[in-house]
């Protein structure tokens, strides 16, 4: 098993005891990791989405481990996900983000808030990969501010009927079903969500591939016109789309948190291997105490990163145990935001040291660093951007008479 992988599950099993499913599970996740690393190297040189990702996590059966046994799944504790999500994250953050958004994202939103017949129907699918799902809640006018979202609802013939826009969708020109956040026309206080077959007519998809990183995860904008949707596809009650939205969130958070763990041992894999291996100057760079400097900062990154976000998916079990505690949800809502924005902001800037460390070789997508520098700066931005969680963070501080950004 990957070394720092294994020293992480070590260092989760002083203060959490791992059954032999779990263990076996994040042994899978290794595998799986292994096996995706050549190709995705390869896929991210030619800027290429890889879609082996969902074959892959189909392989190793990895889509479930949160997700209950009820429906197929391994009923684990959320840090269980978070150790697999860490993984994957060293390879970059593609595989990572389509199994972000396949299982934080959509699955635990389905789980939470879908019915009997939806969870039976979408769960099982989902966590066996036989459909992949993605999470329409931007549009082009709607980024950090999602509930002044246009794209809307009617009733017809007792179901609904979806138009407009939504924009930057993880997995959005490969899903197979997109829940979709939407106003009613009729009462535009009202928000709800859906869950929509992308082969619906009057769905039409766009890959957006102009990015500046994550070439390998497939990003697409998705146009609803006079979209169908039965009635039996409305997910959570009427008018609480933005709940829905808002709890698939804060296990997003988490999960992106997650995989900034990951760019953060790849970044410090790579250069225990440069720095030992580079000579210049008559010794291995390693030997110079300017570079050790750079080790030294992503070591401190990845003990100040992992703590926050391995406390926060702690504490999800105590919140979900007792879902109604407001005092449980705000605390969640803390930890999460703190655990995202320390995460990335420690990813993106473990990242740039390993570049250094490397030198104008690390300036390359040839090299083990240039994908993990390019992918870590969209972490700053998905999932609620930098600004969005230090608003957040001060609201939950100073009580929400002062929230800032509603
Ligand atoms: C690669 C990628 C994948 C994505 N995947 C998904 C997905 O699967 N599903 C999905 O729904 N969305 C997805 N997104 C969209 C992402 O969540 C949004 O980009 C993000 O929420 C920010 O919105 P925006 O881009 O419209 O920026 P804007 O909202 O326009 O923000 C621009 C800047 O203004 C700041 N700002 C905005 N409001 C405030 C405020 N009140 N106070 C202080 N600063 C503020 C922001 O922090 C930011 O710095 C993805 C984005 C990317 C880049």
């Known amino acids: 098993m990957e070394r720092l992988f294994q020293k992480s599950i070590e260092e989760v099993g002083r203060f959490y005891r791992f059954s032999e499913e779990e263990l076996k599970a994040l042994e899978n996740v290794d595998k799986a990791a292994d096996e995706m690393a050549e190709g995705e190297f390869e896929h991210y040189l030619r800027h290429e989405v890889n879609l082996d990702a969902p074959k892959i996590a189909k392989k190793y059966g990895i889509l479930g481990i949160p997700i209950s046994k009820e429906y197929g799944g391994l009923g684990s504790n959320h840090l269980v996900t978070v150790l697999a999500k860490e993984r994957l994250g060293q390879l970059g953050l593609g595989f990572s983000s389509f199994f972000n958004v396949q299982v934080f994202l959509c699955s635990l939103s389905i ?213 109604g505690n407001r005092a449980l949800i705000e605390e969640a809502e803390l930890r999460t935001a703190v655990a995202k924005r320390i995460a990335s902001r420690l990813a993106f800037e473990s990242a740039d040291h390993a570049v250094q460390v490397f030198g104008g070789f690390g300036y390359s997508l040839l090299s083990p660093v240039g994908a993990l520098f390019c992918d870590s700066r969209v972490t700053r931005i998905y999932e609620g951007t930098d600004e969005i969680l230090e608003l957040k963070i001060a609201s939950e501080v100073l009580g929400k008479d002062f929230e800032a950004y509603r």
């Not at 939205?245 to 041992?265: D, F, P, T």
């Open 111 to 323: 789980q939470k808030w879908g019915t009997d017949e939806q969870r039976g129907k979408y769960l099982n699918a989902a966590l066996n990969n036989n459909i992949v799902m993605a999470f329409g809640l931007t549009e082009p006018e709607a980024g950090s501010d999602p509930a002044s979202l246009k794209t809307s609802y009617s009733k017809k013939d007792g179901g609904f009927v979806i138009n407009g826009t939504k924009y930057l969708i993880t997995n959005g020109s490969i899903a197979d079903y997109i829940i979709v956040f939407a106003r009613s026309k009729d009462n535009p206080a009202e928000t709800s969500s859906f869950i929509v077959d992308a082969n619906s007519n009057g769905v039409s998809r766009m890959r957006l591939s102009e990015k500046v990183g994550l070439f390998t995860s497939d990003t697409g904008m998705i146009e609803f016109n006079d979209v169908e949707v039965p009635r039996e596809n409305m997910l959570g009650p009427v008018g609480k789309g933005m709940h829905v939205a808002y709890s698939g969130l804060l296990n997003g958070r988490i999960g992106v948190a997650s995989g900034c763990l990951g760019i953060i041992e790849g970044s410090l894999n790579a250069v225990m291997t440069r720095s030992r291996e580079r000579v210049q100057h008559g010794k291995p760079i390693g030997k110079h105490q300017l570079v050790q400097r750079h080790i030294a900062e992503i070591m401190q990154n990845l003990q100040m990163a992992r703590w926050p976000t391995y406390m926060a998916a702690l504490q999800r079990a105590d919140y979900e145990k007792d879902p």
